[in-house]
């Protein structure tokens, strides 16, 4: 049975910083794309980051660039999302995703059709 969890999720206050985990079992994700997503309430789920089974390919969406980095330990089965400079826009609840890569290629998706597993989601709450 897959299953991915998060974790490192909690309150902060606007300037910080937190490292959210994601934990994957049930199988080898070494060959998974994965990804954050995030949703805030009343709004939709939207893509924050995503990483190829690599690692060596990553996309950002524009609004964290430069302050989140994605990164993941394929020997842990482990990804993470280092947030830095946190804003209150940032508050949302934050998923981990994954989905085996195509054979052959090296990709990054950044939709939320493309994943086929996720895990229960961690509450960021950033206070200003």
């Known amino acids: 049975q897959v299953q991915l969890v998060e974790s490192g999720g909690g309150l902060v206050q606007a300037g910080g910083s937190l490292r959210l985990s994601c934990e994957a079992s049930?199988?080898?994700?070494?060959?998974?794309?994965m990804g954050w997503f995030r949703q805030a309430p009343g709004k939709e789920r939207d893509f924050v980051a995503g990483?190829?089974?690599?690692?060596?390919?990553?996309r950002y969406a524009d609004s964290v660039q430069g302050r989140f980095t994605i990164s993941r330990d394929n020997a842990k089965n482990t990804w993470y999302l280092q947030m830095n400079s946190l804003k209150p826009e940032d508050t949302a609840v934050y998923y981990c995703?994954?989905?085996?890569?195509?054979?052959?290629?090296?990709?990054?998706?950044?939709?939320?059709?493309?994943?086929?597993?996720w895990g229960q989601g961690t509450q960021v709450t950033v206070s200003s």
């Open positions: 049930g199988r080898t994700f070494s060959r998974y794309a």
């Open positions: 990483s190829s089974w690599t690692g060596g390919s990553t």
């Open positions: 995703a994954a989905r085996p890569n195509p054979p052959s290629r090296v990709v990054v998706f950044t939709t939320e059709s493309d994943y086929t597993y």
